[in-house]
């Protein structure tokens, strides 16, 4: 596990982890059809994140990135295919991250919540719209904002 992590159990860092793969599920099987761009999108939007953001989001991209596919795939081979049933499912797992996300020093865990709804939303974007991207539907826009997930509020962002 990563030193910033050290606050975590290895279970803990193992769901903020899977995090990634069940937003992708979540916010690309909203209007009952999970499309191959929107997954395809997730898997470059965590490749690009695991070398071009700052130190600790960098280094937990690419954890993340070891196991994405793989672990994408699993979801949604298990999750149900009914969506009011899957969206639940996945919305109870995501809410646990709030004891997980309030461990973290408050710096950390207000850009793992940024950097949650920012990845939601380029998920959402990679379908619809001009050339299939840029168009969030209703159904996405309703989960985007991953309202399971309570917000954190970084001491820095509150002297700004």
């Avoid at 050290?6 to 769901?15: D, I």
């Avoid at 973290?104 to 991207?133: D, I, R």
Wanted: charged share 25%; aromatic share 10%.
């Amino acid at each position: 596990m990563l030193d910033q992590f050290n606050s975590l159990t290895e279970e803990e860092f193992e769901k903020l982890k899977d995090a990634v793969p069940l937003i992708t599920v979540l916010i690309a099987g909203a209007d009952g059809n999970i499309h191959n761009d929107q997954l395809e999108w997730a898997n470059k939007v965590t490749k690009i994140r695991s070398y071009n953001m700052k130190a600790e989001m960098k280094a937990f991209y690419l954890e993340v990135g070891k196991t994405f596919s793989e672990r994408l795939q699993y979801y949604i081979d298990a999750f149900p295919t009914n969506v009011a049933d899957r969206t639940k499912l996945i919305s109870d797992r995501l809410s646990h991250l709030n004891d997980i996300l309030a461990k973290l020093e408050p710096e950390v865990g207000a850009k793992f919540y940024k950097s949650f709804t920012s990845f939601a939303e380029h998920v959402a974007k990679a379908s619809g719209g001009f050339l299939g991207f840029f168009s969030i539907n209703k159904d996405e826009a309703k989960l985007i904002g991953l309202p399971m997930i309570h917000p954190i509020i970084s001491t820095s962002d509150e002297e700004e």
